[in-house]
């Protein structure tokens, strides 16, 4: 850890742009604060990606309101109920809906609008070091666990560009994290006073509390993912529909019939 911390402050020194990753969720805002008091504030830039309707409500004026820069907001070129229906009409084969192995959902609408944006704006100021932080935990799963705070993200390190990726609060627990956010004088997004965990108002990753939380508060998004699931024959969790995680069901669920 001592080693991380001398190759962020080397890159600091060398001036690199550190472009936070903001989901509005309680790691991103305890990265930030942590973030805002080591890095001086012309290297840091901030950045969203836009999930639509599937965001919770409030979310973005969340962030605003806890940052001390603008908010960039990038959005992807398709919707997340496009995604899903795309590949239930191209794939027919494998299920429609991201799971914990294929979250294309983070890869095409979260990872790569942000990585567009990183690689515009370097080249906007001309600068060639940065570095890409966002609020992975390792208590959060075992393949997090085992990831690395600081590495060289090859997939942006092209062209002129050395691009890092950190996880700054990759050791923190989650109690590390609420106390991180009360230290900085702020409260995590609203939906946490019931929520566990935050991303999408239905996320592949919820617990059924959450999806119910998220059922309760937007019944209409409730109903257009269930109606999703109807159209495209494949329920949201792989044996289960949104519906019996909602209600809680125990049981595994056969999906719907696949479109032939």
């Known amino acids: 850890m001592i080693q991380e911390?001398?190759?962020?402050?080397?890159?600091?020194?060398?001036?690199?742009?550190?472009?936070?990753?903001?989901?509005?969720?309680?790691?991103?805002?305890?990265?930030?604060?942590?973030?805002?008091?080591?890095?001086?504030?012309?290297?840091?830039?901030?950045?969203?990606?836009?999930?639509g309707k599937v965001e919770w409500h409030g979310v973005q004026?969340?962030?605003?309101?806890?940052?001390?820069?603008?908010?960039?907001v990038v959005q992807a070129g398709k919707s997340f109920f496009d995604m899903v229906r795309h590949r239930a009409a191209t794939r027919q084969d494998v299920p429609a809906w991201p799971s914990s192995s294929t979250r294309q959902c983070t890869s095409d609408l979260k990872r790569d609008p942000i990585h567009k944006f990183i690689r515009q704006d370097m080249k906007r100021r001309n600068a060639d070091l940065a570095i890409n932080c966002t609020g992975i935990r390792a208590?959060?799963?075992?393949?997090?666990?085992?990831?690395?705070?600081?590495?060289?993200?090859?997939?942006?390190?092209?062209?002129?560009?050395?691009?890092?990726?950190?996880?700054?609060?990759h050791h923190w627990t989650e109690r590390h994290v609420f106390r991180g956010i009360a230290r900085a004088g702020q409260q995590p997004f609203w939906a946490y006073?019931?929520?566990?965990?935050?991303?999408?108002?239905?996320?592949?990753?919820?617990?059924?509390?959450?999806?119910?939380?998220?059922?309760?508060?937007?019944?209409?998004?409730?109903?257009?993912?269930?109606?999703?699931?109807?159209?495209?024959?494949?329920?949201?969790f792989n044996g289960q529909s949104l519906k019996d995680r909602v209600e809680g069901s125990k049981s595994r669920q056969p999906s719907l019939p696949r479109a032939a």
């Open 193 to 236: 006073k019931r929520n566990n965990r935050l991303s999408c108002v239905f996320c592949i990753m919820g617990s059924e509390n959450d999806l119910q939380h998220g059922a309760e508060q937007r019944p209409d998004l409730y109903a257009e993912y269930q109606a999703v699931e109807a159209e495209t024959g494949w329920t949201m």
């Open 5 to 51: 911390r001398q190759a962020v402050n080397t890159l600091i020194e060398r001036g690199a742009i550190f472009y936070v990753s903001h989901s509005g969720g309680k790691d991103s805002q305890a990265m930030y604060a942590i973030l805002s008091c080591i890095v001086p504030a012309d290297q840091i830039v901030v950045v969203h990606a836009d999930l």
């Open 139 to 169: 208590e959060e799963s075992t393949s997090r666990r085992n990831k690395v705070p600081l590495t060289v993200n090859k997939r942006l390190s092209k062209a002129g560009r050395e691009v890092w990726e950190y996880m700054p609060i």
């Open 61 to 72: 004026d969340h962030i605003r309101n806890t940052i001390r820069h603008d908010l960039n």
